[in-house]
Nanobody
Framework: VQLQASGGGLVQAGGSLRLSCAAS????????MAWFRQAPGKEREFVAA????????YYADSVKGRFTISTDKAKNTVYLQMNSLKPEDTAVYYC???????????????????WGQGTLVTVSS
């Protein structure tokens, strides 16, 4: 299984970026696709997830109202539209796929089996 993330870059505060992550290598069922991020010197943190193939979308409080997660099932791809970016959004963003997760576990990195390579988002002030 491969997860290929792209779309990171340098943007000014208030700007927008769209991240993409394409999954290949197998067919997933009842899977959760998520984005996490990790800033220098900090632990990896949950950003957003599409739960169980579209049962619901969930966001960290810090990005709610600014970020939107979506999926294209035909392309097995997950997107993260990031608007109104702030300097504190600067981090390496990782996509992840977990199977048969329960809702209470979607924010915990260790429950995800497959991870992308990460894409750097830098927001300048």
């Amino acid at each position: 299984v491969q997860l290929q993330a792209s779309g990171g870059g340098l943007v000014q505060a208030g700007g927008s970026l769209r991240l993409s992550c394409a999954a290949s290598g197998r067919t997933f069922r009842q899977h959760t696709m998520a984005w996490f991020r990790q800033a220098p010197g900090k632990e990896r943190e949950f950003v957003a997830a599409v739960f169980r193939s579209g049962s619901g979308t969930y966001y960290a409080d810090s990005v709610k109202g600014r970020f939107t997660i979506s999926t294209d099932k035909a392309k097995n791809t997950v997107y993260l539209q990031m608007n109104s970016l702030k300097p504190e959004d600067t981090a390496v963003y990782y996509c992840a796929v977990g199977e048969r997760l329960i809702l209470s576990s979607i924010q915990i990195p260790r429950f995800y089996v497959y991870w992308g390579q990460g894409t750097l988002v830098t927001v300048s002030s």
